[in-house]
């Protein structure tokens, strides 16, 4: 079976570092991505642009637009990026130096969508200031992926990352096809009620669980937290609505795979792991 990680990163963020070495026990590298790559079968990843200008700063006010990958100097060939915005910088007096290079960095065939940060920087996804890369995305025709849920930083304020925000988003923009990070959880329902919805609104299962094997085996065999998601997937009732993603470094990705392999139907697999990525990310190429 053929697995497009849909939701990773590649950043240099030190938290990322911090958890891989103390929690999710994995070589946050190239050659550890590569690595797991290789154990998982996945022919493609898209990993979320993000940066900080000051160790530890994360969510960083400060970060450069566009937000791109910079763990190592050298990507994988089969690593995508979506570019991330940093919408404090689209207040400044350069507002338009800064769309600029924006659109130069969308302009890339790596690029495969854009990333907005919602709850790590406190505006609603809706807000004017977002307007202008909304246009980019309908423009150059990506996806714009929205952070929701639970922020992995105490910093974030989650009444900008509650998915039901993305519903008036969706309706204002209807040209652009939305994925909600991390099924919005905890607001599982809510987010199932948004894609369930709108037709221009998907949903990655990143981010689900953090840890090493031993961690998602324990979340595994909790059926309440099992059933709060499958609940939401039994509402939405449209499998080609739902992307797999791990959120790479925060867990190990084949421990993860099996995990959502619990929740879907065997027969909506290839959709889930594959084809909803392609059909929504029209850039990658897997050929």
């Not at 990773?8 to 590298?29: G, V």
């Not at 974030?156 to 096809?177: M, T």
């Not at 990070?181 to 948004?194: L, V």
């Not at 909803?276 to 990310?281: E, G, P, S, Y």
Request: charged share 25%; proline share 4%; with cysteine.
């Amino acid at each position: 079976m053929k697995i497009i990680d849909a939701h990773l990163h590649f950043s240099n963020i030190e938290s990322f570092k911090k958890t891989a070495k103390e929690i999710s026990y994995l070589n946050y590298s190239l050659e550890g991505l590569n690595i797991e790559f290789q154990e998982c079968d996945i022919v493609a990843g898209i990993a979320m642009g993000l940066s900080e200008s000051k160790t530890g700063d994360f969510p960083d006010y400060t970060a450069e637009n566009p937000m791109l990958l910079d763990l190592n100097e050298k990507t994988p060939d089969n690593l995508y990026c979506c570019v991330g915005i940093n919408p404090f910088r689209l207040k400044s007096e350069d507002k338009n130096k800064e769309l600029d290079k924006i659109e130069a960095a969308l302009r890339s065939s790596k690029t495969a969508g854009i990333k907005i940060y919602a709850g790590y920087y406190p505006f609603y996804v809706y807000d004017n200031i977002y307007g202008p890369i909304y246009e980019l995305a309908i423009k150059y025709n990506l996806p714009v992926v929205i952070h929701s849920g639970d922020t992995y930083s105490e910093r974030g304020l989650l009444k900008y990352s509650h998915p039901l925000n993305v519903d008036e988003l969706a309706i204002s923009y209807r040209k652009i096809n939305f994925i909600i990070a991390h099924f919005g959880d905890p607001w599982i329902m809510d987010t199932a009620e948004i894609i369930r919805k709108n037709h221009n609104v998907y949903a990655d299962l990143s981010g689900l669980i953090v840890g090493d094997v031993e961690n998602v085996k324990r979340f595994s065999n909790e059926r309440l937290f099992v059933d709060h998601i499958k609940r939401g997937l039994v509402y939405t009732d449209n499998y080609q609505k739902v992307l797999f993603g791990s959120d790479w470094p925060l867990v190990q990705i084949k421990p993860f795979i099996e995990f959502v392999k619990q929740l879907i139907p065997e027969k909506y697999y290839d959709y889930v792991f594959c084809n909803n990525a392609l059909n929504v990310f029209k850039r990658i190429n897997i050929e």
